[in-house]
């Protein structure tokens, strides 16, 4: 269970991002209305929420998730893989202290935290365009010393691991087709998103509620027969900048 949200205001630079995404320019009125959405839904879930402000000249910073990875017993600042995202985890490790010992991931290792998904005492880390082998071998040598073992991913689609791959609950995996046959998941169970929605396998797990985007209903319709107890946002702001659920908070 987490008791605690970290959140970062989105600035109005925030367009100047990076995106792949040909959706359009993003509206900054409408981000703002669906950042506060998505920290309400974490207030109304019981965790207490810090909100940082906008980190001007870092118009990504807003996706604090990519900047640390946060286990019970520490928080590992990281190296992010984006040359213009290269400083946010500054600001974020001096918040981070307050709470956890700190460890961090250091050149050349690359490490973006949407690349981290921990279940449990497992922790999967996608090799992507972010995360280079270096940083996913530093993020091992960290976490086996708590306990932890962790499976390298090649991501070959998306962005993230986690623009793909998301835990829902048990021993259950929501997963692109194109992770479905990955033998590094097979001890799990999987959910497949359904051809076309993608975007949707970005979902959020808090408190044994499923965050989920809205606009992807055959996803839902499967999430829902599994069982899962869900909370719809609207995420098309964030989306037009390649950025989903899990990216916009880090959880512990
Ligand atoms: C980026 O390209 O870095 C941002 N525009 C989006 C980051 C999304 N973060 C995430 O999936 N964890």
């Known amino acids: ?24 320019p993003p509206d900054y009125g409408l981000m703002l ?30 996706f604090v998730e990519d900047v640390a990875v946060i286990t019970p017993e520490v928080a590992i600042i990281t190296r992010p893989g984006a040359p213009s995202r290269q400083g946010e985890e500054a600001a974020m490790g001096l918040v981070l202290a307050q709470y956890r010992p700190l460890a961090r991931i250091e050149a050349p290792g690359t490490l973006d935290g949407g690349d981290v998904l921990l279940v449990d005492d497992h922790c999967f880390v996608g090799i992507s365009e972010r995360t280079n082998a270096a940083g996913a071998d530093q993020l091992d040598q960290i976490l086996v010393e708590y306990g932890y073992r962790c499976t390298a991913v090649p991501v070959a689609a998306g962005l993230h691991f986690k623009s793909s791959v998301n835990w829902v609950g048990d021993k259950t995996l929501l997963v692109t087709a194109d992770f ?25 797990w808090v408190n044994g509620r499923l965050l989920i985007p809205q606009g992807y209903p055959q996803t839902k319709q499967k999430l829902l027969d599994w069982g899962a107890d869900i909370i719809e946002l609207n995420m098309s702001e964030a989306a037009k900048m390649d950025g989903g659920l899990t990216c916009m908070s880090l959880r512990f």
């Open 33 to 62: 209305a669906q950042h506060s959405a998505y920290v309400n839904v974490l207030r109304k879930l019981k965790l207490m929420t810090v909100e940082l402000a906008a980190l001007p000249g870092h118009p990504d910073a807003y």
């Open 1 to 24: 269970m987490f008791t605690h949200a970290i959140t970062r205001k989105p600035g109005p630079d925030f367009a100047n991002g990076l995106t792949t995404a040909v959706a359009g």
């Open 180 to 204: 479905a046959n990955r033998p590094e998941l097979a001890d799990y169970e999987q959910i497949i998103v359904p051809e076309g929605e993608e975007a949707a396998a970005n979902v959020l």
